[in-house]
């Protein structure tokens, strides 16, 4: 599967921006899919995941309550709706996808990655 992740940009603190990732390929609902970003200086780190239908999620702490990750298997497509957004979120995120339902919460599980979009938070 090729995987292609827009809508990045420069937001202000408390901002929101919503990303998303178009799939090509293989059918894309036998993939769970993740975000996953890095900022410069550190390592990948997970953001969030969803399962094959879209009813399962799973957030890092960091972001949990501001964040909200969803799939529209008729598209072909995963959403990442970023909301009160800080200066810490600034990165580059990835989305990425694996084959099957079983959680998965780190880069090495991951085998299909986008090129990443730059996500800026500042005033």
């Known amino acids: 599967v090729q995987l292609q992740a827009s809508g990045g940009g420069l937001v202000q603190p408390g901002g929101s921006l919503r990303l998303s990732c178009a799939a090509s390929?293989?059918?894309?609902?036998?993939?769970?899919m993740a975000w996953f970003r890095q900022a410069p200086g550190k390592e990948r780190e997970f953001v969030a995941t969803?399962?094959?239908?879209?009813?399962?999620?799973y957030y890092a702490d960091s972001v949990k309550g501001r964040f909200s990750i969803s799939r529209a298997n008729a598209k072909n497509t995963v959403y990442l709706q970023m909301n009160s957004l800080k200066p810490g979120d600034t990165a580059v995120y990835y989305c990425?996808?694996?084959?099957?339902?079983?959680?998965?919460?780190?880069?090495?599980?991951?085998?299909?990655w986008g090129q990443g979009t730059q996500v800026t938070v500042s005033s």
């Open positions: 990425a996808a694996r084959l099957g339902n079983t959680l998965a919460l780190t880069t090495t599980n991951y085998g299909y």
């Open positions: 390929g293989r059918t894309f609902s036998v993939y769970r």
């Open positions: 969803v399962g094959l239908s879209g009813d399962s999620t």
